[in-house]
């Protein structure tokens, strides 16, 4: 076990909040569960990349990350676009690392800094306040003690038997009270929270909560500041479970707004993605076997709404039809996916 053990007090809004959020993975389970599907995951990796680079003031929308990272040109500053690449290299990569594990943390840090600063992958040899504008929010501990701090911190997070949602937020709050890098501290923080509540519920790998935190920055940056005053995580611990919850609330409501399963037409959309399919294939995709109801219930209603179109209009009944999304389809799918 870790000797050391980070300063927090358990308050009845952490244990309130702990509940709420379970309850929230439950829902979100319920309707998501069977259905995530690549196209939403990849929408939420990048409005999560997005969020946390937009807190450190980089100014690509999601439309841009989401060309940056699709290999297509964007009208940018070098920096920010290389801060894209690297970032989605990292969460990527994600699934590979051991919260608890220094190596891992270093490549971490090497992946999401390469090319923006010349050490990255190292602890800093340097001294670092942390500003906002013309204010000192935070001096950092002394290079000297960096590497002594960090082993106790992974060592603390490899042993702890607190919940794993404490633990992401206390860990998130330390780390940022260490600073142990020259840059890239608060997008390597909510990385590695990311890491630690993604190896406790998977579905959580994939929760954009850095949207809220971008929305939320002041009161991100102020229980930061408070929790320095305290000597203690418990201001930011709450606020980090209050963050998570407020993202989970948007994931469910988004996916019961969006369930295919009481939305047939959307669950078509999502099966023609970047493809054309004959009925049967489509069918097959769909898990229908009837006919008669695939073409009430699915196709008759697609055709009529502009959301899909045949190959070959000229023959309808052709035993080779194929159907494909139009542009109205593929803007309807990406609106529900969102």
């Avoid at 439950?26 to 999560?48: E, F, K, M, Y």
């Avoid at 990385?191 to 009161?219: F, G, H, K, M, T």
């Avoid at 070959?312 to 609106?335: C, F, H, I, R």
């Amino acid at each position: 076990m870790s000797r050391y053990q980070p300063p927090l007090t358990l308050t009845a809004r952490m244990v309130t909040l702990i509940a709420e959020i379970s309850e929230q993975i439950g829902q979100l389970l319920a309707v998501d569960d069977s259905r995530q599907t690549p196209q939403l995951r990849r929408s939420n990796r990048i409005r999560t990349i997005q969020a946390s680079l937009a807190i450190e003031n980089n100014t690509l929308s999601v439309e841009q990350v989401t060309a940056v990272i699709a290999g297509r040109r964007v009208l940018g500053l070098p920096k920010e676009i290389q801060e894209v690449h690297n970032a989605f290299a990292a969460y990527e990569s994600m699934p590979s690392w051991n919260p608890g594990s220094k190596p891992d943390l270093m490549r971490a840090h090497e992946l999401l800094m390469h090319g923006l600063i010349e050490d990255c992958g190292q602890l800093r040899r340097t001294g670092v306040g942390i500003y906002r504008g013309d204010q000192l929010l935070h001096m950092a501990p002394p290079p000297s003690r960096i590497a002594h701090l960090i082993d106790d911190l992974l060592a603390w997070l490899g042993s702890s038997d607190w919940h794993p949602l404490i633990i992401s937020c206390v860990f998130h709050y330390e780390f940022e009270f260490i600073h142990p890098f020259a840059d890239g501290n608060g997008r390597m923080g909510r990385l590695w929270q990311a890491l630690i509540l993604s190896q406790w519920r998977p579905v959580l790998a994939y929760l954009p909560v850095e949207a809220v935190i971008r929305d939320q920055q002041d009161a991100y940056y102020a229980a930061l500041s408070t929790a320095d005053r305290m000597a203690e995580s418990t201001p930011f611990v709450e606020y980090m479970l209050h963050a998570l919850s407020l993202a989970l609330r948007e994931a469910v409501e988004s996916e019961q707004a969006t369930d295919p399963v009481t939305d047939p037409v959307k669950k078509l959309l999502q099966a023609l993605e970047n493809r054309a399919l004959r009925t049967s294939e489509l069918m097959g995709e769909l898990g229908l076997t009837h006919k008669a109801t695939f073409r009430s219930n699915y196709l008759k209603s697609a055709l009529a709404a502009g959301f899909v179109q045949m190959t070959d209009p000229q023959s309808p009944n052709s035993p080779v039809q194929k159907y494909l999304l139009t542009e109205a389809g593929k803007l309807k799918m990406m609106q529900a996916l969102r």
